[in-house]
């Protein structure tokens, strides 16, 4: 899995100054960058302002809502100085993105009210790139941002959208920006950052399908497993993810967790559904720890927490949970996170055991 950090967002503001850098001696006020109401110098100020907004959420550690403050430019700040804001601003997130820890979460909306490092800085490269390419095309300067990031942003925070052979012309239609053959133009849109629920002792954090990439090529997805790393049903579970993303089928809150202790940020297993629910609203789940995880509960909180999270969901009846036969642990996880058996035979489940939770 690529990574997503500091470096990274100083190659995306360091790539934008430049280009706009030879236009900055033209009229930024009265061309129109962003609509009718948004000049390209206001343009340029939102780009700033987003950058270093985005540092003090992580630097603050904000978890209720944005830190109240802004960036106010001097009177008489001409178009080269915003550039050297700009510069200024990234400078910071990147340093924060840097030095915040993993675990660490501050608020952001969308969509489920918190991001880590890792999304903040995907956030923060894709307004850079957006909106530069916003500025460029009214003064006509032509802009493309390297086609490997923009790849990486859409898999991290756009997970919803099918991904294009032109990752760059896909980020543009996904944000309205432009037309994609087969697809409908986007009226609204909004970036969504991976959902992450409590549960106990640990944390389940939705897997992204940058994440998903790396755990199926047999890396560690971004997250410092205990032991020798996830459990190969871990594996198959993010394969399985990253099939669905690139079909545009994938719906990441149906998808897949790992289990993080909260105690040391060590990821201890996976669970996930193996789809969204179905036309009897009932939805299927599978879990699997790291060995050295094994017979601490852990499995019994995770389980307890994701499946009360489905069962507050609107059209979600009861949740599946299968077992083998002789896995006696297993069975013992699902009747202690209160399952009850399946009379009667299940799709799928020959020679094994059926367990559901409902409503």
């Not at 307004?127 to 790849?151: K, M, S, W």
């Not at 002792?201 to 090529?217: C, H, K, M, S, W």
């Not at 509960?297 to 077992?323: H, I």
């Amino acid at each position: 899995m690529r990574t997503m950090g500091g470096e990274q967002v100083e190659e995306a503001v360091a790539g934008a100054v430049a280009l706009l850098r030879t236009a900055a001696g033209r009229d930024w006020e009265t061309a129109r960058a962003g609509g009718p109401e948004w000049s390209c110098r206001y343009t340029a100020e939102h780009v700033a302002g987003v950058l270093i907004a985005y540092a003090g959420q992580l630097a603050g550690r904000a978890t209720e809502a944005w830190v109240p403050f802004e960036i106010t430019l001097d009177e008489g700040t001409g178009n080269e100085d915003v550039l050297h804001v700009i510069e200024t601003s990234g400078a910071l997130l990147a340093a924060t993105v840097r030095t915040t820890p993993r675990e660490v979460r501050a608020f952001h909306p969308y969509p489920h009210r918190s991001a880590n490092r890792e999304g903040f800085a995907a956030m923060g490269i894709a307004e850079v790139f957006l909106h530069t390419h916003d500025i460029a095309g009214v003064l006509g300067l032509a802009y493309e941002p390297p086609a490997e990031r923009c790849a990486d942003v859409l898999a991290r925070i756009f997970p919803h959208v099918r991904p294009g052979t032109d990752p760059w012309r896909t980020l543009l239609w996904a944000t309205g920006r432009g037309e994609l053959p087969g697809r409908p133009p986007v009226t609204e849109w909004r970036w969504r950052n991976d959902l992450v629920l409590p549960a106990g002792r640990l944390t389940l954090q939705g897997v992204t399908p940058a994440a998903a990439a790396g755990l199926a090529a047999g890396g560690d997805g971004g997250f410092d497993w205990l032991g020798d790393g996830p459990f190969q049903g871990t594996r198959d579970a993010a394969a399985m993810l990253l099939k669905a993303y690139e079909a545009g089928v994938h719906l990441p809150e149906w998808g897949v967790f790992a289990l993080v202790r909260r105690e040391d940020g060590r990821a201890v297993g996976g669970i996930g559904f193996h789809g969204t629910p179905d036309e009897a609203g009932r939805v299927e789940i599978g879990y699997d720890l790291v060995e050295a995880a094994r017979g601490h509960g852990y499995a019994t909180e995770a389980l307890r927490a994701l499946s009360a999270w489905a069962l507050d969901r609107e059209g979600v009846a009861s949740v599946l949970a299968r077992t083998e036969r002789a896995n006696l642990a297993s069975q013992a996880v699902i009747a202690r996170a209160g399952f009850s058996p399946v009379d009667g035979a299940v799709d799928g489940a020959e020679g094994q055991l059926a367990y559901e939770l409902r409503r």
